[in-house]
C-alpha cells in the first residue's frame, strides 16, 4: 500500500510530538533546498520529516534518530516509494558516522534539545558536517518564560527536566 503525506491515519500512527511536517515546512520555507543536496535529518524519530523533505524537494536525505529502528523507517520509506531518496540509520547526535563536510543541510524537527545540551554541542558535534556555505537549520519546541514555580501540572507529563526546553 502506498502513502502520502496527507493520509490522516498514517499521520496519526506516526506523529512523535507537535506538527512536524507543519514545523518542517515552516522550517524549510525560505531555504533553497535542491535535488543534489544531501540533507541529514537529524533526530527523524519516524521519518515524517525526511519523507517530507525527499518528496517536496526531491534531495538526498539521511534519516538519522537513536530510538527508533532503522528496519521501521525503511518500511515507511519503502511504503512512499522513497527507497533511493532516503538512507535511514540510527545514530547517536554526539557521535555522528560521517566525515566532515559531507552534508550541504542538516534540519533537526522538535529533537535538538533532547541531544544538544551542552553549549559548544553545535560548533563542535554537528557544524563540521556541514560543508562550508552550507546551512543547519534547528526547530525546537519553546516557552514564553522560563517556569519560576517548577513545571505547570497540565505540562508536566510532557516535559522532563534535564531537557534543554527554555525560553
Known amino acids: 500500500m502506498q502513502y502520502n503525506l496527507k493520509d490522516k491515519g498514517f499521520l496519526q500512527s506516526t506523529m512523535m510530538g507537535p506538527n512536524a511536517l507543519k514545523v518542517a515546512q515552516e522550517l524549510t520555507f525560505e531555504l533553497n533546498i535542491t535535488e543534489k543536496m544531501r540533507v541529514l535529518d537529524l533526530g527523524c524519530g519516524t521519518g515524517l520529516t525526511s519523507l517530507f523533505l525527499a518528496t517536496k524537494y526531491g ?5 538519522a534518530d537513536f530510538w527508533n529502528h532503522p528496519s521501521e523507517t525503511y518500511e515507511r520509506i519503502q511504503q512512499f516509494g522513497l527507497g533511493d531518496r532516503i538512507v ?15 552534508f550541504d543541510l542538516i534540519v533537526s524537527v522538535d529533537a ?5 545540551t551542552d553549549e559548544h554541542f ?13 546551512l543547519i537549520a534547528i526547530s525546537i519546541p519553546g516557552i ?24
Open 122 to 134: 553545535l560548533d563542535e558535534k554537528i557544524a563540521p558536517f556541514v560543508k562550508k556555505g552550507g
Open 59 to 63: 534531495c538526498t536525505v539521511f534519516a
Open 144 to 167: 514564553k518564560k522560563e517556569f519560576t514555580d517548577g513545571i505547570p501540572e497540565p505540562m508536566a507529563p510532557y516535559i522532563e527536566p534535564s531537557f534543554n526546553f527554555h525560553s
Open 88 to 102: 535511514p540509520l540510527r545514530a547517536d547526535g554526539n557521535d555522528l558516522p560521517f566525515a566532515h563536510g559531507y
Open 112 to 116: 535538538y534539545h533532547y541531544f544538544g
